[in-house]
């Protein structure tokens, strides 16, 4: 048994779970896994770092794969972000993907400089003065604040590993001695959020993804299962970690699904 | 008095103490300041991370703006870094500036696969895909080793700040969990170096820069007394730093020397 109580939730990873990186097709068996979540009245709910695109392209893009999702099973660190934004009142210098900058464009002002710097997965915009514009906004901000939207180190696109935001983030933390707040995985926040909208406790759910730390070790932070899954970025040492044990690892979302719902696991 | 004993060897930092960044001319006082130290016996060696142009390069741009220097005069990085290359016999994937890069052209090799990334301050060349690069070199090496040439956080160049090799050191052993070593300042083996090549005890030396972590605390941490001068990257935030305390604090160059020679401090 993966839980004590019978599961009512899943928190499925996007990338590398539902679908590989750069491809515009579903892992095999990945949609009926879903569908079959659902129909078993298991709560579903994508929660994901992706911050390179806006959460409608990525609901249709799914759709386009053949998964039955709504924008609102979405969790995604920036609808989370610009919450956090709007209610604090803040006024962010951007380092994000040219994609997603329009989804801030409300809280742009030409009166009022900068309070925070807010770095997504900006990909090739993560250029030198790019980074050098994000730092010296922090230097002159009075209460330097950097958002970091997930704080994952590294991702494979395309069959190629690509820094992820993680690494960026620290550049900027070392330069300025200002610690990040992260939004996105594996902040417990987000696992939270997550649970809550799902109407589920975090005993009765788990959590499903390709990346032993943001993934497996960010939920079971917030006692969550984390279960691995053998697709995406999973290498063999992700099984082998030395601190994190996932409470099932499966070749696949699929495998997984059929193994919940029919093997008993 | 700035030591107990006469001072014999002074370490002083190029950029930001000799001339300002972006600049081809000495700081007022500077190269009189030079000349003076050495008239007065006191040995003279130029302890810098530059790693940005060749050693040979900016011994003819110091010369160009007055100072009488060699280049065996000047202790930096790129030297510093292909002595352990050759030593240990490594390959490395490059990450530098492309001024410097055929300084290292008789250790790259078609046959060996790189078996260690070197970084430096890679300026403009410090982009997504260069990091990338370096990343995955890093993921493929069975012992990987990054070897950074200082770990700076920012210079100020052009009257704007710069992000320095330590942020994308950073980055890097944050994206692999690799810990990078490091050639230049702060490294003692570094200060070490210049003193030996001197010829003077850690007791009868000081080291002057702009920088208070780089310069002040790391040659402290040998054992030689630590000058922050008021030029280059300094604010006045570098004096009220709350764990480094220099043995002086002088304008510049020419007022420290002043100081020492004529004031006796």
Redesign the interface.
């Known amino acids: 048994m993966l839980r004590n109580k019978p599961i009512r939730g899943a928190l499925l990873d996007i990338t590398g779970v539902l679908y590989e990186s750069g491809t515009r097709v579903a892992i095999p068996g990945s949609v009926e896994a879903v569908r079959r979540l659902k129909e078993a009245g298991v709560g579903v709910r994508l929660v994901t770092n992706e911050s390179s695109i806006p959460v409608a392209h990525l609901s249709t893009k799914l759709e386009g794969m053949g998964f039955e999702v709504r924008e609102r099973e979405i969790i995604s660190p920036i609808p989370a972000v610009l919450k956090v934004l709007e209610r604090e009142k803040l006024t962010p210098h951007l380092l994000v993907s040219p994609q997603v900058e329009s989804e801030f464009a409300h809280l742009l002002s030409n009166q009022t400089s900068p309070n925070c710097v807010v770095l997504g997965d ?8 790019a ?2 514009k994000a ?2 906004a922090l ?1 002159t901000m009075p209460s330097p604040r950097l958002i970091a939207l997930g704080r994952g ?2 991702y494979r696109h395309e069959g ?5 935001v ?11 001695g200002v610690q990040a707040e992260v939004i996105g995985k594996p902040a417990k926040e987000f696992f939270k959020a997550a649970l809550s909208d799902l109407g589920v406790s975090a005993e009765e759910a788990i959590m499903v993804g390709d990346d032993i730390e943001g993934d497996v070790e960010g939920a079971q932070g917030c006692g969550v299962a984390g279960v691995l899954v053998r697709t995406g970025k999973y290498t063999p040492t992700s099984e082998t970690h030395p601190c994190i044990t996932p409470a099932a690892v499966q070749d696949n979302l699929g495998c997984l699904v059929e193994a919940l719902l029919v093997g008993g696991i």
Do not use: I
């Open positions: 900006a990909g090739n915009a993560f250029s030198f003065e980074l050098n730092f010296r230097k180190k590294y190629e590993l690509h820094l992820d993680g690494p960026f983030m620290s550049a900027l933390e070392y330069a300025t």
